[in-house]
């Protein structure tokens, strides 16, 4: 069955630093991935989304990047700031349902 | 333009009950999935409806279903409640025709079982 792994589970970084959250899945049919940060209390909110045709992707200071051979993608944060802070949750779509990371606590300190 | 929305915001019930949660699916989405989030976990599919009908489904017993209706509106049911079914129950809509795999997520309900 599907399955996607999140590292790490914690993640402090200094105001400024980069953060860089990796994740991998099982299922080589998946074909979309999207990232949502999820505030205490809030919903998750979608931040972005990379699809199999595409290696990167950039968004102002947030970048995704996908190997699909090796059947791992990752966000890169840049330039971090306090309200950065937040939960960090890559999926996978698998036909037409997406598998949830078990998510990443991001804390950014001033 | 309205977003995903849910109800009730919060929840209490006891074991043994049945409980019933409700979305509006952002404005021109026509699919609804059905999301559980423990807490300090990430969400885990439980269905999606799509042109009134249950398409996919996670693993789920059958204590859960749901429903979609002709205005893409849903209900998500929970029979037999137990203790383990505290959680934040989010509700996500997307379109399927024509096809865009963005997944927009309501505020949730948040089920306490006593």
């Known amino acids: 069955g599907e399955n996607v792994e999140q590292h790490p589970s914690t993640l402090s970084v200094q105001e400024g630093d980069s953060a860089v959250i990796k994740c991998t899945y099982s299922d080589s049919a998946s074909n979309y991935f999207p990232w949502y940060k999820q505030e205490l209390g809030k919903r998750p909110q979608l931040i972005i989304d990379?699809?199999?045709?595409?290696g990167e992707k950039k968004d102002q200071r947030i970048a995704v990047t996908l190997n699909k051979t090796a059947k791992h993608f990752s966000l890169h944060i840049t330039e971090t700031q306090p309200e950065d802070s937040a939960v960090y949750f890559c999926?996978?779509?698998?036909?037409?349902?997406?598998?949830f990371g078990a998510g990443t606590q991001v804390v950014v300190t001033p | 333009d309205a977003g995903v929305t849910q109800s009730p915001t919060h929840l209490i019930k006891t074991r043994g009950q049945q409980v019933t949660l409700r979305c509006s699916p952002k404005?021109?989405?026509?699919?609804v999935s059905w999301y559980q989030q423990a807490l300090g976990q990430g969400p885990q599919f439980i269905f999606q409806?799509?042109?009134?009908?249950?398409?996919q489904r996670g693993n789920f017993p059958d204590r859960f279903s749901g429903h979609q209706f002709p205005n893409y509106s849903s209900e998500l049911n929970v029979n037999a409640l137990l203790l383990g079914d505290s959680a934040l129950y989010l509700c996500?809509?997307?379109?399927?025709?024509?096809?865009?795999?963005?997944?927009?997520f309501g505020s949730g309900t948040q089920l306490s079982v006593l």
């Open positions: 409806y799509y042109e009134e009908e249950e398409r």
């Open positions: 990379i699809r199999s045709n595409v």
């Open positions: 996500a809509s997307s379109q399927r025709d024509p096809l865009n795999e963005k997944l927009f």
């Open positions: 999926a996978a779509e698998f036909w037409g349902k997406l598998q």
């Open positions: 404005s021109g989405h026509d699919t």
